[in-house]
């Protein structure tokens, strides 16, 4: 749980709006009809929602968020669009935080972020763990994911 930022409200805003929000969408529509699969109405809101937060949304921000007449959606229908979205790659979910953000790096990858203990946000970056995995794969054992989280301060919070 972030600590209480003294300077809320003055951080840039890092979800996706307008155009680029479209952009991402049309990208995710593309993508899963490459692999046979669907971007159905409730997969593309949860997706929606999630390209445009400014930081990690939690399950039942998501189940609130979900309705455009603010009724909230049936919490199956946004799990079972997360767990969708996780499995080809659209978000993941952040351990620690018990929360979800857009994938926003493509193809296949090791889940890394730092989180700021401050404002929340989860920045996600591309660690090379590619020779480490490698090695224990050679040992024998299949690793299905990984996730790695450093918390801290964010420039934003420290600067201030």
Sequence with gaps: MPMSCSHHGEHEHHGLRGPALAHALEAAEARCGDSQERL?????????????????????????????KGEPAKPPTVYRALEFLERLGFAHRIESLNAYVPCRIEGGHVAAFLICDCCGEAAEFQPDLGPQLAAIAAGGYQVR???LEARGLCAGCRSR
């Design 145 to 147: 994911a990984v996730t």
């Design 40 to 68: 159905t109405a409730p997969r593309r809101r949860v997706l929606e929602l999630l390209l445009g937060a400014d930081a990690p949304l939690k399950a039942y921000d998501l189940i609130a968020a979900y309705g455009d």
